[in-house]
T-cell receptor, first 115, second 110 residues
Framework: GAGVSQTPSNKVTEKGKYVELRCDPISGHTALYWYRQSLGQGPEFLIYFQGTGAADDSGLPNDRFFAVRPEGSVSTLKIQRTERGDSAVYLC?????????????FGPGTRLTVL | GNSVTQMEGPVTLSEEAFLTINCTYTATGYPSLFWYVQYPGEGLQLLLKATKADDKGSNKGFEATYRKETTSFHLEKGSVQVSDSAVYFCGETSYDKVIFGPGTSLSVIP
Protein backbone atom coordinates (compact mmCIF):
# COMPACT_ATOMS: atom_id res chain seq x y z
CA GLY A 1 0.00 0.00 0.00
CA ALA A 2 0.96 3.63 -0.34
CA GLY A 3 3.05 5.25 2.33
CA VAL A 4 2.94 8.81 3.60
CA SER A 5 3.30 11.28 0.75
CA GLN A 6 4.29 14.94 0.92
CA THR A 7 4.14 17.68 -1.64
CA PRO A 8 6.02 19.53 -2.88
CA SER A 9 9.31 17.71 -2.41
CA ASN A 10 11.16 21.01 -2.67
CA LYS A 11 9.98 24.54 -2.14
CA VAL A 12 12.05 27.67 -2.63
CA THR A 13 10.50 30.94 -1.53
CA GLU A 14 11.49 34.45 -0.68
CA LYS A 15 11.58 35.92 2.78
CA GLY A 16 8.19 37.24 3.80
CA LYS A 17 6.16 34.97 1.51
CA TYR A 18 3.45 32.50 2.54
CA VAL A 19 3.87 28.75 1.94
CA GLU A 20 1.72 25.66 2.29
CA LEU A 21 3.09 22.15 2.67
CA ARG A 22 0.83 19.16 2.17
CA CYS A 23 0.83 15.73 3.78
CA ASP A 24 -1.21 12.71 2.72
CA PRO A 25 -1.08 10.05 5.47
CA ILE A 26 -1.45 6.31 5.18
CA SER A 27 -5.09 5.43 4.64
CA GLY A 28 -6.82 4.59 7.92
CA HIS A 29 -4.26 6.25 10.15
CA THR A 30 -5.99 8.55 12.60
CA ALA A 31 -2.91 10.23 14.03
CA LEU A 32 -0.79 12.66 12.00
CA TYR A 33 2.38 14.45 13.05
CA TRP A 34 4.52 17.26 11.70
CA TYR A 35 8.23 17.53 12.49
CA ARG A 36 10.99 19.86 11.34
CA GLN A 37 14.53 18.66 10.67
CA SER A 38 17.38 21.11 10.37
CA LEU A 39 20.65 20.09 8.80
CA GLY A 40 22.61 17.73 11.00
CA GLN A 41 19.87 17.51 13.62
CA GLY A 42 17.19 15.06 14.60
CA PRO A 43 13.58 15.84 13.74
CA GLU A 44 11.81 18.19 16.16
CA PHE A 45 8.13 17.88 16.90
CA LEU A 46 5.79 20.62 15.73
CA ILE A 47 2.17 19.48 16.01
CA TYR A 48 0.05 16.35 16.21
CA PHE A 49 -3.52 15.65 15.11
CA GLN A 50 -5.86 12.99 16.34
CA GLY A 51 -8.59 12.98 13.72
CA THR A 52 -9.44 16.53 12.74
CA GLY A 53 -8.30 18.26 15.90
CA ALA A 54 -4.84 19.40 16.92
CA ALA A 55 -4.19 17.41 20.09
CA ASP A 56 -0.78 18.93 20.79
CA ASP A 57 0.64 22.01 19.07
CA SER A 58 3.30 22.72 21.68
CA GLY A 59 6.12 22.43 19.16
CA LEU A 60 4.98 25.19 16.83
CA PRO A 61 7.71 27.84 17.15
CA ASN A 62 5.44 30.89 16.88
CA ASP A 63 2.11 32.11 15.51
CA ARG A 64 3.42 32.26 11.94
CA PHE A 65 3.01 28.48 11.84
CA PHE A 66 -0.39 26.88 11.56
CA ALA A 67 -1.66 23.48 10.49
CA VAL A 68 -5.05 22.05 9.61
CA ARG A 69 -6.56 18.65 8.95
CA PRO A 70 -10.19 19.48 8.11
CA GLU A 71 -11.42 16.03 7.13
CA GLY A 72 -9.18 13.91 9.30
CA SER A 73 -6.97 12.79 6.44
CA VAL A 74 -4.81 15.23 4.44
CA SER A 75 -3.05 17.91 6.45
CA THR A 76 -1.57 21.25 5.43
CA LEU A 77 1.17 23.07 7.29
CA LYS A 78 1.01 26.79 6.66
CA ILE A 79 3.82 29.25 7.29
CA GLN A 80 3.20 32.98 7.06
CA ARG A 81 5.83 35.67 6.54
CA THR A 82 8.58 33.14 6.06
CA GLU A 83 12.03 33.83 7.50
CA ARG A 84 15.42 32.43 6.51
CA GLY A 85 15.49 30.50 9.78
CA ASP A 86 12.45 28.53 8.64
CA SER A 87 14.61 26.73 6.07
CA ALA A 88 14.56 23.04 6.93
CA VAL A 89 13.07 19.72 5.90
CA TYR A 90 9.48 19.43 7.08
CA LEU A 91 8.49 15.84 7.80
CA CYS A 92 5.05 14.38 8.17
CA UNK A 93 4.31 11.08 9.88
CA UNK A 94 1.18 9.07 10.55
CA UNK A 95 0.27 6.23 12.85
CA UNK A 96 -2.72 3.97 13.32
CA UNK A 97 -3.64 5.82 16.48
CA UNK A 98 -1.86 7.93 19.03
CA UNK A 99 -0.74 5.21 21.40
CA UNK A 100 2.87 5.65 22.46
CA UNK A 101 3.60 2.11 21.30
CA UNK A 102 2.42 2.77 17.75
CA UNK A 103 4.97 3.15 15.02
CA UNK A 104 5.04 6.49 13.23
CA UNK A 105 5.61 6.15 9.49
CA PHE A 106 7.39 9.07 7.91
CA GLY A 107 7.01 10.69 4.53
CA PRO A 108 9.98 11.76 2.40
CA GLY A 109 9.72 15.37 3.57
CA THR A 110 9.48 18.78 1.96
CA ARG A 111 12.73 20.70 1.77
CA LEU A 112 11.90 24.38 2.32
CA THR A 113 14.46 27.01 1.39
CA VAL A 114 13.77 30.63 2.27
CA LEU A 115 15.99 33.04 0.38
CA GLY B 1 11.64 18.56 28.95
CA ASN B 2 12.58 15.06 27.92
CA SER B 3 15.61 14.50 25.74
CA VAL B 4 17.55 11.75 24.03
CA THR B 5 21.33 11.63 23.91
CA GLN B 6 23.31 9.69 21.34
CA MET B 7 26.99 9.17 20.85
CA GLU B 8 28.42 11.73 18.49
CA GLY B 9 29.51 10.78 15.03
CA PRO B 10 30.59 10.40 12.46
CA VAL B 11 31.47 6.79 13.00
CA THR B 12 33.61 5.03 10.40
CA LEU B 13 33.98 1.26 10.47
CA SER B 14 35.41 -1.39 8.22
CA GLU B 15 33.07 -3.97 6.79
CA GLU B 16 32.31 -6.84 9.20
CA ALA B 17 33.26 -4.76 12.25
CA PHE B 18 31.11 -4.69 15.38
CA LEU B 19 28.87 -1.66 15.83
CA THR B 20 27.59 -0.01 18.99
CA ILE B 21 25.77 3.31 19.02
CA ASN B 22 24.94 4.46 22.53
CA CYS B 23 21.60 6.04 23.36
CA THR B 24 20.18 7.26 26.66
CA TYR B 25 16.80 8.81 27.37
CA THR B 26 15.34 10.93 30.15
CA ALA B 27 11.60 10.24 30.06
CA THR B 28 10.19 8.94 33.32
CA GLY B 29 7.63 6.21 33.40
CA TYR B 30 7.63 3.69 30.58
CA PRO B 31 8.27 5.32 27.23
CA SER B 32 8.49 3.35 24.03
CA LEU B 33 11.94 3.43 22.46
CA PHE B 34 12.83 3.46 18.78
CA TRP B 35 15.71 3.42 16.38
CA TYR B 36 15.06 5.04 13.04
CA VAL B 37 17.46 5.00 10.09
CA GLN B 38 17.87 7.48 7.26
CA TYR B 39 19.72 6.14 4.23
CA PRO B 40 21.28 8.68 1.85
CA GLY B 41 18.59 10.43 -0.14
CA GLU B 42 15.76 8.59 1.59
CA GLY B 43 13.22 9.29 4.33
CA LEU B 44 13.22 8.10 7.92
CA GLN B 45 12.46 4.42 8.35
CA LEU B 46 11.77 2.54 11.54
CA LEU B 47 14.62 0.10 12.20
CA LEU B 48 13.41 -1.42 15.47
CA LYS B 49 11.49 -0.63 18.61
CA ALA B 50 10.86 -1.82 22.16
CA THR B 51 7.82 -0.92 24.22
CA LYS B 52 8.64 -2.19 27.69
CA ALA B 53 11.59 -2.77 29.98
CA ASP B 54 13.91 -5.66 29.06
CA ASP B 55 12.34 -5.98 25.60
CA LYS B 56 14.80 -6.52 22.78
CA GLY B 57 14.02 -5.03 19.40
CA SER B 58 15.73 -6.56 16.38
CA ASN B 59 15.75 -6.14 12.61
CA LYS B 60 18.25 -6.65 9.76
CA GLY B 61 20.87 -7.95 12.21
CA PHE B 62 20.55 -4.89 14.46
CA GLU B 63 19.51 -5.26 18.10
CA ALA B 64 18.75 -2.96 21.01
CA THR B 65 17.60 -3.82 24.53
CA TYR B 66 15.40 -1.54 26.65
CA ARG B 67 17.33 -1.04 29.89
CA LYS B 68 15.26 0.90 32.38
CA GLU B 69 17.87 0.71 35.14
CA THR B 70 20.36 2.62 32.97
CA THR B 71 17.75 4.46 30.84
CA SER B 72 19.53 3.20 27.75
CA PHE B 73 18.70 1.66 24.38
CA HIS B 74 22.06 1.03 22.71
CA LEU B 75 22.07 -0.16 19.10
CA GLU B 76 24.35 -3.06 18.18
CA LYS B 77 25.21 -5.11 15.12
CA GLY B 78 27.73 -7.88 15.04
CA SER B 79 28.99 -7.42 11.48
CA VAL B 80 28.26 -4.24 9.56
CA GLN B 81 28.01 -4.01 5.78
CA VAL B 82 28.64 -1.15 3.39
CA SER B 83 24.88 -0.95 2.87
CA ASP B 84 24.45 -0.03 6.56
CA SER B 85 25.98 3.39 5.89
CA ALA B 86 23.30 5.83 7.03
CA VAL B 87 22.30 8.18 9.83
CA TYR B 88 20.76 6.47 12.87
CA PHE B 89 18.35 8.26 15.19
CA CYS B 90 17.35 7.08 18.63
CA GLY B 91 13.92 8.19 19.87
CA GLU B 92 11.54 7.95 22.80
CA THR B 93 7.84 8.51 23.05
CA SER B 94 5.87 8.66 26.25
CA TYR B 95 2.62 10.27 25.15
CA ASP B 96 2.36 11.18 21.52
CA LYS B 97 5.35 12.76 19.83
CA VAL B 98 8.69 11.08 19.26
CA ILE B 99 11.64 12.90 20.80
CA PHE B 100 14.68 12.22 18.67
CA GLY B 101 18.36 12.29 19.41
CA PRO B 102 20.65 14.30 17.13
CA GLY B 103 21.55 11.31 14.98
CA THR B 104 24.76 9.35 14.47
CA SER B 105 26.24 9.13 11.00
CA LEU B 106 27.76 5.75 10.16
CA SER B 107 30.07 5.10 7.24
CA VAL B 108 31.13 1.53 6.50
CA ILE B 109 34.13 1.13 4.23
CA PRO B 110 34.97 -2.04 2.27
Amino acid sequence: GAGVSQTPSNKVTEKGKYVELRCDPISGHTALYWYRQSLGQGPEFLIYFQGTGAADDSGLPNDRFFAVRPEGSVSTLKIQRTERGDSAVYLCASSLDSSSTDTQYFGPGTRLTVL
Amino acid sequence: GNSVTQMEGPVTLSEEAFLTINCTYTATGYPSLFWYVQYPGEGLQLLLKATKADDKGSNKGFEATYRKETTSFHLEKGSVQVSDSAVYFCGETSYDKVIFGPGTSLSVIP
